[in-house]
């Protein structure tokens, strides 16, 4: 650093510390950015790009924003994942001789950001911290610093089920170990974390020991220590909100992993990645915005202990049979503010004087909620109703302290109320009436020297005087008016009386604003103490909104009280699809009912495009999710099991991000679901098999029903255009074919959108196409090919290899999913001439002795594909 100036020494030296972030150098009324952080934050801000004279040989890139409009400034590089060190004075210019000592006060990072923009009302914004143990499992630790909630858990080996984690929380940053590893910090990068940092340090410290008091396992100490030393390290402040972290186990909810979550739109759509559309969109009638975060929740988590879903529904039940009560309720919901990042401003030392005006406003709602809680007449709303904590304490305070309309600016004054501080009054009745005096005295000015000109001014530099003009000078009383300021047409004078005033009300008005701001921060402390009873009531408020709401949406939508079946039975009559029913609004929505029980385990379901197989798919799955977190659902009736997990494979997609195509993500997706699913399972398989050729794809879709029919026995919809698999209801008890059926009218084709049983008999694919307007040239050639393949022989299509043709009387292998046997492979183009055969060579006959050696039976689905794989890759090279 030899050779620049000391303000770049010490800017550098601060720099060092802060490699990954760009540093916000306090200089007067600009932060601004030198070196490399100067041009990275010109073309991201996209800001004026200057130089300065630094003292080197070269003059050094700079650019900057004001002060007043740094928050903006900050959001946008926090959208971008970046993080903003802010370097401040730490100490006053006038109190030091030389450089003034800068350090920086906060680091703000995506995952740690308190206020503006990119913290969304209705979403919490999770930072993460992964940790990996020497037996290869992790522990995951997350906290929403906005609110102070912190949570910890720990996981098995399986990667995949960290990455599922981050992104129910959807985590904006995830710390780790130095020494993390790169594969693993690339599949996080790939599920959209804006950032990964740093933190090494995991040993407990005193700062935060009263966060674990209820941890005992040393692994989820170390996790969550390592959260919390990042956090205290880079915040640099009071963090009192934040809550003791609790524990946590995946097993106690519903699983649903990325692709599902994903698949099922929950909480946001595929195309266009918002809110509209998903079902976060269609249940959200909550009147706070911590009610919209815990609604958010409860889809991420659904639960799967039957005692807490009808705890639940009951006080749904409750609400919807009190109509006014709810819609009084509703309207006191509205005038509540967001309690826990109030809370969270309170301890961070970021609040206002409004926003304790709106604590307060807040607080004063909940003795309505109670009245109108206990006017219920059911025993769990008096209980809900006793635990509402309204800290009048709080509420008395606020009222007496804080005036109702204060200013934004702590620093301007007129913050606190007259009567509430007997020194601050003091101080207001002296300037209020010093001043009224300074326009007596004008008055007695004027009479006494007959200036009727004359007047008393105040300006910053001079501080009160008399101003007469030119004309005048000779009729003041000589001796009694010192001169204070020339003019060009006047003189300005002081008088004893009016300089000792001026000393009253100059310091009467500098210590009545210091004071206020005084008072204030002593305001601010004592309502952090009541920080936990106010994160309590948050939490009672919020889901007291997320029940009203389910109460309100089972209203409007007519959904009704779904049973829970002991023998995992599913039987809903007239069943919808919720978001779509929304969607199509006055248009009529066709119904559809699902009947599925120990004897009927999958449906094979049959029927053309854009007839409504998805949709019928996915209500089943929302039905399903919709009961766990306790709301009502859209039947007419409904009984349902209790799914320990949902896994989804509807929809096709690149990858292109891992490089995986299409069929690729699809079996990998597939794989998921067979691996972990159970019996108490709901899997939905839509067109499995469609991304390979007809006959691999219809050997894949076999051997993956078997599997399930035979090996997991959960409840599974599997749809497909493969007809041919229609006859598996011979082989498989538990498998039934279900179709929606669809008619031809005047040569063209119309969707019923009804689920009927049995095989559907034709694909109508030509028909769709149609639709779609293809060239009429080009549907009329359609038709005759197909035509001529319906026309071929019967030993040209596929055989459904039946179990019992696989497996000889001496063999006792158990039943395992079979392959298709490919008989013919059927061709548009005429048949080649016959040639002479050919002996295999001998790359062909080894490969041809490694097929022999096959257990296909004792393969996977993936691991079947991975090995044809292999082998064609063989013969090819």
Not at 82 to 94: G, M, N, R, S
Not at 285 to 299: D, F, N, P, V, Y
Not at 622 to 650: H, K, M, N, S, W
Not at 806 to 817: D, G
Request: net charge negative; proline share 3%.
């Amino acid at each position: 650093m030899a050779g620049y100036t000391p303000m770049i020494q010490q800017y550098l030296t601060v720099k060092a510390e802060y490699q990954d972030a760009f540093l916000f150098f306090r200089l007067g009324d600009f932060y601004e950015m030198f070196f490399e952080d100067a041009l990275n934050a010109s073309q991201e801000l996209e800001i004026t790009l200057t130089s300065r004279d630094g003292g080197g040989e070269e003059r050094i890139p700079m650019c900057g924003v004001p002060y007043h409009a740094v928050q903006g400034y900050i959001e946008q590089l926090i959208a971008k994942g970046y993080k903003v060190a802010i370097c401040e004075q730490v100490e006053d210019p006038k109190l030091t001789k030389g450089m003034v000592k800068r350090e920086v006060v906060q680091l703000i990072t995506p995952g740690t950001i308190m206020e503006g923009r990119g913290l969304s009302d209705k979403e919490n914004n999770y930072l993460a911290s992964v940790t990996v143990f020497p037996d290869h499992t992790f522990g995951l630790a997350y906290s929403d610093l906005s609110t102070g909630e912190s949570r910890v858990t720990l996981l098995s080996s399986q990667f995949e089920e960290v990455l599922n984690e981050l992104a129910v929380l959807g985590a904006k940053e995830v710390v780790v170990a130095t020494d993390f590893d790169g594969e693993l910090q690339k599949k996080m990068r790939e599920r959209d974390i804006l950032a990964i940092s740093f933190e090494d340090n995991d040993a407990v410290g005193d700062n935060f020991t009263h966060l674990l008091k209820d941890i005992t396992q040393n692994k989820l100490k170390q996790a969550s220590a390592r959260l919390f030393n990042y956090l205290y390290r880079t915040q640099k402040r009071s963090l009192d909100h934040l809550q003791p972290i609790s524990t946590y186990q995946i097993q106690q909810f519903m699983k649903i992993d990325y692709y599902s979550k994903r698949n099922l739109e929950l909480t946001e759509t595929i195309r266009s990645k918002g809110k509209k559309g998903s079902l976060l969109w269609l249940l959200d009638e909550t009147m706070t915005a911590m009610g919209g975060r815990m609604l958010k929740q409860w889809i991420d988590r659904p639960l799967i202990d039957r005692e807490e879903i009808e705890r639940r529904q009951n006080m749904v039940e409750i609400l919807l049979q009190h109509f006014f009560e709810r819609q009084d309720l509703r309207e006191k919901l509205k005038e509540v503010y967001d309690l826990e990042r109030l809370a969270g401003r309170v301890a961070f030392g970021n609040v206002n004087a409004r926003d304790l005006v709106q604590l307060k406003r807040s607080l004063q709602q909940v003795p309505l909620l109670k009245e109108l809680m206990n006017g219920l007449g059911d025993e769990e709303a008096v209980e809900t109703a006793e635990k509402l904590d309204p800290c009048e304490e709080v509420t008395d305070l606020l009222e007496q302290a804080i005036i109702d309309n204060p200013p934004l600016s702590l620093k301007e004054g007129n913050i606190i109320r007259d009567g509430y501080n007997e020194q601050l009054d003091q101080y207001r009745d002296a300037s209020r009436n010093g001043k009224t005096w300074i326009a007596q005295l004008e008055r007695e000015e004027k009479e006494k020297t007959g200036i009727k000109s004359l007047k008393i001014g105040y300006n910053r530099v001079f501080g009160y005087y008399i101003e007469v003009t030119r004309a005048n000078l000779h009729l003041l009383e000589e001796g009694r008016y010192e001169r204070k300021q020339t003019l060009a047409n006047a003189e300005r004078f002081i008088t004893p009386e009016l300089k000792e005033k001026e000393s009253l009300i100059l310091e009467a008005e500098e210590k009545c604003g210091e004071l206020e701001y005084d008072l204030f921060a002593t305001i601010r402390e004592t309502v952090k103490e009541y920080i936990p009873r106010l994160q309590g009531l948050a939490k009672l408020v919020s889901a007291l909104d997320v029940l009203q709401c389910f109460a309100q949406v089972s209203e409007d939508r007519h959904y009704v009280k779904p049973q829970f079946s002991e023998d995992r039975r599913v039987a809903l009559k007239e069943g919808r699809h919720p978001v779509v029913e929304k969607v199509l609004n006055a248009q009529e929505y066709v119904p559809n009912d699902c009947f599925m029980d120990n004897e009927r385990e999958v449906l094979l379901i049959t029927g053309p495009n854009m007839s409504g197989k998805s949709t019928y798919m996915r209500q089943i799955a929302l039905t399903a999710i919709l009961a766990q977190i306790g709301c009502y659902v859209p039947a007419t009736e409904a009984v349902l099991p209790i799914f320990d997990q949902v896994f989804t494979r509807i929809g096709a997609a690149d990858d292109l991000i891992s490089g995986q195509s299409t069929f690729m993500v699809e079996m990998l997706e597939a794989n998921n679901a067979i691996t972990f699913a159970t019996q108490n399972s709901l899997i939905l398989f839509d067109e499995i098999g469609r991304g390979t050729s007809t006959y691999d794809g219809m050997a894949l879709a076999q051997a993956i029903i078997e599997y399930i029919h035979n090996r997991i026995g959960a409840k599974t919809l599997f749809s497909t255009h493969y007809h041919e698999l229609t006859v598996l209801d011979q082989e498989l008890a538990k498998l039934k074919n279900v179709h929606v059926s669809a008619i031809e009218h005047n040569g063209r084709v119309v969707f019923l959108h009804k689920i009927k049983e049995g095989p559907a008999d034709k694909s109508y694919g030509i028909h769709v196409a149609k639709l779609a307007e293809l060239p009429k040239e080009l549907i009329n050639r359609a038709a005759e090919i197909l035509k001529e393949l319906e026309e071929q022989p019967v030993e040209q299509t596929v055989k459904i290899v039946k179990e019992d043709e696989k497996q000889s009387e001496a063999q006792s292998i158990p039943e395992k999913p079979s392959i298709l046997e490919e008989t013919a492979q059927l061709s548009f183009f005429d048949e080649p001439k016959e040639t002479k055969k050919q002996e295999p060579s001998a790359k062909e006959k080894k490969i041809l002795e490694q097929i022999k050696t096959l257990d296909i039976l004792d393969m996977t689905p993936i691991q079947a594909m991975n090995t044809l794989y292999e082998l064609h890759k063989k013969l090819k090279s």
